[in-house]
Nanobody
């Protein structure tokens, strides 16, 4: 069972920045990919960004050019740098890992609120 510890959420004004962190309990080299998803009450959880083992990245169109996903292998951690935040970015953000074994794990979520 992989444990994911998320941090970095909070309240920020529109146009501001936040950095989310997700630390994995497993060696990051056993992880195929790590991603960030977000969910607003009443809506489906949606992909925000994913970084693969090889370092390739995928972003939702809505965050391209504003968000950057990265991973620090030495710290078993993935980050989501969020700049130029908009009110519509407000959501609970979840970290997810895709293991080389095929298993998938979710973090507990961290709230991001952007005030307009």
């Amino acid at each position: 069972q992989v444990q994911l510890a998320e941090s970095g959420g909070g309240l920020v004004q529109a146009g501001g920045s936040l950095r989310l962190s997700c630390a994995a309990s497993e060696n990051i080299f056993s992880i195929n990919a790590m991603g960030w998803y977000r969910q607003v009450v009443g809506k489906q959880r949606e992909l925000v960004a994913v970084v693969t083992k090889g370092g390739s990245t995928i972003y939702a169109d809505s965050v391209k050019g504003r968000f950057t996903i990265s991973r620090d292998n030495a710290k078993n951690t993935v980050y989501l740098q969020m700049n130029s935040l908009k009110a519509e970015d407000s959501a609970v953000y979840y970290c997810k890992t895709y293991m080389l074994t095929g298993s998938e794990y979710w973090g507990q979520g961290t709230q991001v609120t952007v005030s307009s």
